[in-house]
């Protein structure tokens, strides 16, 4: 691919070097821990808070340039899956498409929050900052980490929902990515000015995932194809697609409460007769109307034609001022769930019918309506399925695999699909690329069969919840089923959903031990949450385990106080004490897990470790036959108690039993402390192995 015009990356880096002049009296900020290429420009001033003020565009080229395109190879074009670059013959017995997934390790991001900077330091984080530049996270910014996440061993981004949002009813300053607005296009907040109106943003993000691929990682987005934004593009062509109540409803509008039915429950067909009879749920029914082009189709077309001559017309305000009406929220599909409803998006009408079990109980000319069942549509479903509908759903993915080249999907609330759709979502990406991976929205590990029977990789999962709670003794619960499930889960103690690890009990001697161990655990895959490698507090949203005091962390005087990444304009703490130490644990032992890949990722050489005391926890592999390797086995130990030190003591005998012979001869191969594997363990009467654990602490050995 020797031609400039064909790569984005190539022509993106060009663009960069032309623009370097313009740059040389601008004093860009950046943490100065994104500078893991070696940057020296000469005009480079460091700050004693921990920045670097440098020439954005050549710093960004340089990037590229040393850190990137040193690995490019001219007659590979980029622009495709890795999979298809590389080619996937070969694979063992039983190997679906995207099983890639098991040996990997992800960095989970979103792109507006992970390179948001206040690079003019105003005091603001802006969309446009004095300079004409982005201060809030971009695709070409992003580039910039790549180096960084690669020394830490990640072959995998996975991205929060990148498409078009809605700023409409939106949440906080930013609104959130989940209420997509358009399936299809990108969202122009992730586009970089300093590449001009010219460099569009499909050509951006089609530069980063070129990016991804010349250094060997892989690129999963975030897709919804449940919901979509209140004021979705779809509306202008497909009113009928969506569900309309009158505005004068709005105020009232909520889920509707079963009193009949005391607790928080999924709709079932033997309480749909319950659910109907509620006179809350009568009152529910009668606010919906009409879409738009039903209930006055002439009023609908004037308004459609005129928005149709004149784009700078919002056709979603003619509707609720003309005519009304305005979209449905969507809701929990739980009865009697507390939340409230979710203002800023609303349900696909995925049947134009009512569900077969439910339209005995709907009286005749019935509006369409949002309920617990229409909700639940993997359960019940409607006799005429919304074709058209169905068809741009599935073709989602195949989009972005055409026009990026991207390599795998994580679908948000999968579970709620039809099971002919979601088997229409996971068919067709996989006819252009077989080895496309899929990720389940599945935070339950009992889940994880039938996310396996439906066509998936891999699952979230349930470790983000346990290991927080590790010194309660609720990770060694989900350790015990890990080896047995039949697709892995995110190892990981925090997600963009839930509180952070280093605000949880055990702060940052937990997210210490989380980072080391959630690589070697059987069927886990490790998963860094953007953030997580600084020690982050303040979580991106909170809607897992959390309260609403949780976004209330950080010191009332940091300028961030109760942001979320999730709505707001919120810039990670790059600069402070220590923020190079996790960085630099990672890259010590994410080389040890890929030293010894091949028996961590496979069950069967995994080795349940036994301990004689209440706060020892650890796992072990097999690794006799590793070429190049002596030593039986590599084990994990730690200290789950993060206040108090402690004799860890770690029962041999089932090794001995499994005619591993182990103690002898003992290699520590990772410990935060300078220590003699001598000195260290030793063996009791009992011939147990022993050792005097800090708080928290955790070790890697080989024996």
């Not at 740059?23 to 001033?45: L, Q």
């Not at 082009?293 to 149709?308: G, Q, S």
Request: hydrophobic content about 40%; overall charge negative; glycine content about 6%.
């Amino acid at each position: 691919m020797t031609d400039t015009n064909r790569s984005r990356l190539l022509r993106l880096a060009k663009r960069l070097g032309e623009r370097i002049p313009e740059g040389e009296n601008i004093k860009y900020a950046v943490p100065k821990i994104w500078n893991t290429f070696g940057y020296n420009g000469k005009e480079v001033k460091f700050s004693s808070n921990g920045t670097i003020r440098v020439n954005p565009y050549r710093f960004y080229f340089e990037c590229i340039n040393k850190a990137i395109l040193s690995s490019y190879d001219e007659n590979m074009d980029y622009s495709i899956s890795l999979s298809s670059i590389m080619g996937v013959e070969n694979k063992k017995e039983g190997y679906l498409g995207g099983d890639w997934i098991a040996q990997s390790s992800i960095y989970g991001l979103q792109i507006r929050t992970s390179t948001s900077w206040d690079h003019d330091e105003s005091g603001e984080l802006e969309l446009i900052n004095g300079y004409g530049m982005r201060d809030t996270g971009t695709f070409m910014k992003t580039i910039a980490l790549i180096p960084m996440l690669k020394k830490i061993g990640i072959n995998v981004i996975y991205m929060l929902p990148v498409s078009k949002s809605s700023m409409k009813f939106r949440k906080g300053e930013m609104g959130s990515p989940y209420a997509v607005k358009n399936f299809f296009e990108l969202d122009p907040s992730l586009k970089d000015p300093m590449l001009g109106e010219d460099f569009s943003i499909d050509d951006e993000f089609g530069a980063f995932v070129e990016a991804c691929h010349i250094m060997g990682m892989r690129v999963i987005i975030d897709i919804i194809p449940r919901t979509s934004a209140r004021d979705s593009d779809l509306i202008l062509d497909h009113p009928d697609w969506f569900y309309w109540i009158k505005i004068e409803e709005a105020e009232h509008y909520a889920p509707p409460r079963v009193g009949e039915i005391s607790s928080i429950s999924k709709p079932t067909n033997e309480n749909l007769s319950i659910i109907y009879d509620s006179l809350e749920v009568k009152k529910h029914l009668e606010r919906f109307c009409q879409s738009p082009d039903k209930l006055n189709p002439e009023k609908w077309n004037d308004i459609r034609r005129r928005c149709k001559e004149d784009k700078s017309l919002d056709f979603f305000n003619l509707i609720q001022e003309e005519m009304g009406i305005t979209t449905a929220t969507a809701f929990s599909d739980c009865i009697n769930d507390p939340q409230p409803p979710w203002s800023d998006v609303t349900f696909l009408k995925l049947y134009m019918d009512y569900p077969v079990e439910s339209q005995r109980y709907v009286e005749e000319g019935q509006a369409p309506y949002i309920l617990f069942d229409i909700i639940k549509a993997n359960k019940f479903q409607g006799r005429v399925i919304n074709e058209e509908l169905w068809n741009l759903i599935a073709d989602i993915i195949p989009n972005y695999q055409r026009r990026f080249g991207i390599d795998g999907a994580r679908i948000d609330m999968g579970h709620a699909l039809p099971g002919d759709l979601e088997k229409m979502i996971l068919n067709r990406p996989r006819e252009i690329d077989r080895d496309f991976c899929f990720i389940a929205e599945v935070l339950e590990n009992d889940g994880a069969e039938k996310a396996k029977e439906s066509g998936y990789n891999m699952i979230i999962g349930n470790l983000w919840w346990s290991e927080p709670r590790i010194s309660e003794g609720e990770f060694h619960n989900t350790l015990k089923q890990m080896v047995d499930l039949k697709v892995p889960i995110f190892a990981c103690a925090e997600t963009p959903d839930s509180p952070r690890a280093a605000s949880r009990k055990g702060g940052i001697r937990l997210s210490r031990l989380a980072a080391v161990l959630n690589n070697f655990l059987p069927n886990g895959v490790p998963f860094i949450s953007s953030g997580f490698e600084i020690y982050e507090i303040q979580p991106m949203n909170i809607g897992l385990d959390a309260t609403s005091e949780s976004r209330f962390v950080l010191s009332p005087d940091d300028p961030l106080y109760g942001k979320l990444a999730f709505f707001d304009r919120y810039a990670l703490h790059w600069i402070g004490e220590n923020k190079d130490e996790m960085l630099n644990i990672l890259e010590k032992v994410t080389a040890v897990r890929k030293r010894f890949l091949n028996a961590i990722t496979d069950k069967n050489r995994y080795i349940p470790v036994a301990f004689k005391d209440k706060w020892g926890i650890g796992t072990a592999f097999d690794i006799k036959g590793e070429e190049n390797e002596g030593g039986s086995i590599i084990l994990v130990i730690a200290n789950t108690d993060f206040d108090n030190n402690h004799t860890i003591t770690v029962d041999l005998l089932p090794f001995n039993e499994r005619g591993i012979k182990v103690g002898e001869r003992i290699e520590i191969l990772y410990s935060h402390r300078n220590l003699n594997a001598a000195e260290a363990f030793s063996l009791n009467r009992d011939g147990d192995l022993i050792a005097e654990f800090e708080p928290g602490e955790i070790m890697i050995l080989k024996m």
